[in-house]
């Protein structure tokens, strides 16, 4: 009695086995070929920016974000950085005139941050840090939308009539790769 009630749990377990195993290579029958395709299939979402989307089978997909253009600027014309699809400021442009206090401001996507802000340094020629702050958003940071953001920097006189203004993304995991920055240069205005 024992050994046919240990056979029939032993049946039981093995088709539970091959239906899960079913369940799981039978996914991989289905033809993925694109980010979409592989999020909705439930595969797994790598946070980079942008999202990388990995089937088991090994094949990455990535997430095609919109560039989208800049607005037009009244006094100063933006000069290109690179980022803008990543991180834009309205209020400083490279080699403009700063002075203390120095707001900063513009948009970034949700991934530059983390927990809604992110550091921003405002350097001398020699590497010094002469203000540092984080900046911060009320938006929904959790998001792959831009999100506007604001700090304001208090500094003393600068050693060096140029600088640097860096706004770092926000990188919890201490990870190398994950880092990122916009540097802007900047003069300082002569008292």
Known sequence: MNS??????????AVLGIGV?????????TIISSFEECKAAGYAIIETYPEQCKTPAGVTFVHEVPK???????????????????????TVHANQIIQSPLTVSGNARGPWFFEASFPVELLDANGKTI??????????WMSEN???FSVTLLFGTPATSDGTLVLHKDNPSG??????????PVRFMAE
């Open 146 to 148: 831009f999100v506007p």
């Open 175 to 184: 990870d190398p790769k994950r880092d990122d920055s916009l540097r802007i």
């Open 21 to 29: 195993l079913y369940l799981l290579y039978s996914k991989e029958d």
């Open 4 to 13: 046919t009630r240990n056979n029939l749990i032993l049946l039981i377990c």
């Open 131 to 140: 203000a540092s702050k984080a900046a911060t958003t009320n938006g929904n």
């Open 68 to 90: 989208v253009p800049l607005p037009p600027t009244s006094t100063t014309t933006p000069v290109t950085t690179g980022k803008e699809d990543i991180i834009r400021v309205d």
